[in-house]
């Protein structure tokens, strides 16, 4: 029952893994697209690899730099590279919330089969025990029936002896009686 119980909470435990990672790749391919039209607004001569580029670089300062300067629309634009750096900075923070709820979750994976591995082995524990003791219970009854009938062998041996005694004191008192009083 046990088993039963730990195999179906490690499939749901896996189930939530899963669906917490479709929706951490869900979040990231919308930020990416965020990105990438804030991007456009900047620079819209943009090739996908210069936006690729932008998105693998670090350095989120320097990214509309060059276009704010060059932007007839520098209002705009700056408004854009706030909204931009912004979003950037949360992407990067919820990132690695992400990654250390993704690494908590699988920390906690482990220690859940760790456990079923426990639980496996005290419930094996506890059956080998149970059999021990039906084999013990079995050897005590047989060492209560052998105690029973050897008390019984022994109270048959005294009533022997003692008849035999009082035969031989019986034959002893009529030969010796008859001898005395002659």
Known sequence: MRRNLHSALTRKFMGTLTDYQNAQKRNRDASRDRFVRQYKIVNPNASPEEIDAKLQGSGSGQLFSNQLLESTRSQRAKIALQQVEERHKE??????SIVQVNQLFLDLQR??????ETLDRIEDNVNSAAVQLEQG???LEKAVDSARAARRKRWCLFILFMIILIV??????INVLPKTTK
């Open 91 to 96: 992407v990067e923070r919820l990132g690695q």
């Open 111 to 116: 220690m859940v089969d760790q456990q079923g």
């Open 137 to 139: 219970n079995t050897h």
């Open 168 to 173: 031989v004191i019986v034959v002893i008192l």
